[in-house]
């Protein structure tokens, strides 16, 4: 499985790479065959707009598409790649998935960290707060390794893990202080 995985990411990253050149070349892939050309010319003028550019960089760049011998053989390439591209994006999103959920637990025990803290200073319990600020000020930096870990690349918690590591630095910097705790 993880030999397909790489092989879907490889594929994804050349159609991902074949697609930004594509669209800023003002120039149709050299070796096109004829049967490429004349097809995604016609794709343009189909319900979605392929671009042309984009369906002929695409199309020969994959094996199976180049030595198609009708517009069905490179259907069936086209439905081929797409099919990679999509097995990869649920490889992709499934890690996203496991590690939005090991954020999600450190965000559960930040939470509760923080709460405890909030009951504690009113009440005058500075020396019990810091700990639980302090325990609490690593859950952030937590999350973004999880999801660095994950392998997606992606961080959809990126401003929150920024925004709570602020503030959590700041409710630990004030405490220490009131608690009259030295800096480490």
């Not at 490429?36 to 003028?45: E, L, P, Q």
């Amino acid at each position: 499985m993880a030999a397909n995985q790489h092989h879907y990411r490889s594929l994804l990253s050349l159609l991902l790479l074949l697609a930004a050149v594509g669209l800023s070349s003002g120039v149709a892939a050299v070796g096109a065959s004829y049967l490429i050309k004349s097809t995604c010319s016609a794709a343009t003028n189909s319900t979605w707009r392929t671009p042309y550019r984009f369906c002929v960089r695409t199309l020969s760049a994959d094996p199976a598409a180049a030595s198609a011998k009708d517009a069905r053989g490179l259907a069936t390439a086209a439905a081929n790649i797409t099919a990679g591209n999509v097995t990869s994006t649920v490889v992709i999103l499934n890690e996203l998935i496991d590690s939005l959920q090991n954020c999600l637990t450190m965000y559960k025990m930040m939470n509760g960290s923080v709460a405890g803290a909030v009951e504690d200073l009113p009440a005058g319990r500075v020396d019990e707060a810091w700990p639980k600020i302090n325990d609490a000020s690593y859950h952030p930096d937590f999350c973004e390794l999880a999801l660095m870990e994950g392998g997606t690349n992606k961080d959809p918690m990126r401003e929150e893990n920024v925004g709570n590591r602020m503030l959590i630095g700041m409710s630990y910097d004030l405490i220490q202080l009131v608690a009259k705790i030295p800096p480490r």
